[in-house]
């Protein structure tokens, strides 16, 4: 702006001082055609021998074209200037267009590099990623195989162990097995042991008894006496109960004081033999006495 207030100012100028000469130019030579005298008393004296120089009047109209002339280069002096500053402007815009095009392609490069150095980050975690993932899968895959293994060792140890419980009571039934058929023997043979000794001291008792029995009158042969019999471990005679009678009340009365009499019956020493002497039932007849278990 500056620069374009100068140029209008020296322009004026110009033209001021052009128009100046101008017109002081016609006036002076106006005034010397118009009086010779004075235009010689004006000249010193050297002049007035020098030759005369015709001079050339100019017109108000020729002044004004030149000052036209005048004019018009200034205008087109300042067209020109316009002009060139126009294109200073052009080029300025132009250079702060480039300028901003060239921001604008930086920025959109160094987003494009952000998003390439982004996209390197990420691809960079996704392989990371991936790699764990890998491993994981690799890890779950190793203990997944473990535990089929040891779930298999340990089905294998449950089959031996069930194996080894089958022998086992296998081995316990046929121990049980064979301790039952021994004991069986063995009770077989306590049993003959027992009723050897039942039978023995049967014998004994049936004698004391037949000591003892006295019958009066002649009683029937096949009338019997039923009786229960209650001894103690030495073989008192705790009581004695008629359990069927003969038919004949003497008969039934004599063979119950026949067994008193004979108290203490003989009785096994072993406990277990007097179990079955504890509890007798009696059958007496007055050829014989039986003797039910």
């Not at 039942?198 to 037949?210: C, G, P, S």
């Amino acid at each position: 702006m500056r620069y374009k207030n100068s140029l209008k100012f020296k322009g004026g100028l110009l033209r001021s001082v052009a128009l100046h000469a101008l017109i002081l130019s016609a006036v002076l030579v106006n005034v010397t055609f118009k009086n010779p005298e004075a235009r010689k008393l004006t000249l010193p004296m050297q002049a007035q021998a020098e030759p005369f120089i015709e001079a050339v009047a100019i017109t108000e109209a020729q002044l004004q074209n030149e000052l036209d002339r005048l004019n018009k280069i200034e205008q087109d002096k300042l067209a020109e200037q316009r002009r060139i500053l126009a294109e200073k402007e052009r080029i300025k815009r132009e250079q702060e267009a480039e300028k901003q095009r060239l921001a604008a392609l930086k920025k959109q490069e160094e987003a494009a590099e952000k998003a390439r150095q982004q996209r390197l980050v990420d691809e960079a975690a996704e392989k990371l990623r991936q790699q764990e993932l890998a491993k994981n899968q690799a890890a779950e895959k190793a203990l997944q195989q473990r535990l089929a293994q040891e779930q298999a060792a340990l089905e294998s140890r449950q089959a031996l162990a069930a194996q080894q419980a089958a022998e086992e009571a296998a081995i316990q039934a046929a121990l049980e097995a064979e301790r039952q058929v021994l004991l069986a023997a063995q009770q077989a043979e306590q049993n003959a042991i027992t009723l050897r000794e039942v039978d023995r001291y049967k014998l004994m008792v049936q004698q004391a008894i037949m000591r003892h029995w006295l019958i009066q009158g002649a009683p029937d042969p096949n009338a019997t006496t039923r009786l229960s019999v209650r001894l103690s471990p030495n073989g008192t005679v705790l009581k004695v109960e008629l359990k069927s009678s003969s038919g004949n009340v003497a008969q039934d009365r004599s063979a119950i004081a026949a067994v008193y009499k004979a108290s203490p019956l003989p009785v096994p020493e072993d406990p277990d033999v007097f179990k079955s002497f504890r509890e007798l039932t009696l059958i007496l007849r007055p050829d014989s006495i039986i003797s039910e278990r």
